[in-house]
């Protein structure tokens, strides 16, 4: 039997969420099966296992998706990997109070993993300067911002020298880098901003449906898929 719903925010769930609460709560609440992953999720499952195996020196040769547009990048954290300064999938979470938690803590209220993270110092008190980049396929769409902002928060809670906090959105497919940087200064607007849209999250529990083309489309509870959402739009 699946595990009774608790809120624990993440960017999937956050982005979700936006698009549509009733989709959320089929999703993480009810916890519906929509069944096995399409292939482009697959796809970009194995594309960043095997882009992990190889900055890990798992893997000889370096996948032909990196290759193609960041083959310099992926041999400098390849080179700097067994130095400590570079890490791959790394998760972090938090409880409310902002305190470390495990994964599956009963606490964890927020979760969050960079599929690389640069730092400039092996030791925590001595990072100053980190870089987290998101392994993307496909295209660049839509707006950003949101996980811009979201890839920040661990690195400041985490760090506490840290002055520069800079993310990459690396698209494999396009060579497109949509790049942003934070500095300590400007970190407590963004930490009020995010610890208020977390709890405006947590406290919505009408999850109500918002319809639209875009976000019905491709919606796994509508009618191209399970078809059990009534509210399904195509206009
Ligand atoms: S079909 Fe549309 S309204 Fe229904 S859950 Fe999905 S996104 Fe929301």
């Known amino acids: 039997m699946a595990k009774p719903y608790t809120f624990a925010f993440s960017y999937s769930r956050w982005s979700l969420w936006r698009k549509c609460p009733l989709a959320y709560k089929y999703q993480n609440v009810d916890k519906i099966d929509t ?10 499952r194995e594309v960043h296992d095997d882009v992990a195996k190889y900055i890990e020196g798992k893997s000889a040769t370096m996948p032909p998706r990196l290759a193609k ?4 990048l992926g041999d400098q954290l390849r080179e700097r990997y067994p130095m400590g300064v570079v890490r791959v999938e790394q998760q972090m979470a938090f409880d409310r109070d902002i305190r470390p938690v495990s994964w599956f803590s009963s606490e964890t209220w927020m979760r969050f993993i960079w599929d690389a ?7 925590l008190p001595e ?3 980190a870089s987290a980049i998101d ?7 839509g707006s950003y911002d949101d ?9 400041f809670w985490h760090y506490p020298n840290l002055q520069k906090f800079t993310g990459h959105l690396l698209y494999l497919d396009t060579g497109d880098d949509k790049e ?7 970190f407590p607007d963004v930490e009020r901003t995010w610890l208020n849209n977390i709890r405006m999250m947590e406290a919505d529990i009408a999850y109500p449906p918002t319809p639209s083309r875009d976000s019905c489309k491709f919606c796994d509870f509508g009618r191209k898929k ?10």
């Open 69 to 72: 547009n960041f083959s310099i």
């Open 117 to 123: 993270l640069w730092t400039n110092a092996i030791k």
């Open 226 to 235: 399970l078809n059990i959402c009534e509210h399904w739009t195509d206009q």
């Open 180 to 186: 942003f940087e934070i500095t300590r200064d400007q």
């Open 135 to 141: 392994w993307k396929t496909g295209k660049p769409y």
């Open 147 to 155: 996980q811009m902002q979201i890839f920040a928060l661990p690195a």
């Open 35 to 44: 069944g096995p992953p399409s292939p482009a999720m697959k796809e970009g």
């Open 127 to 129: 990072v100053t300067v």
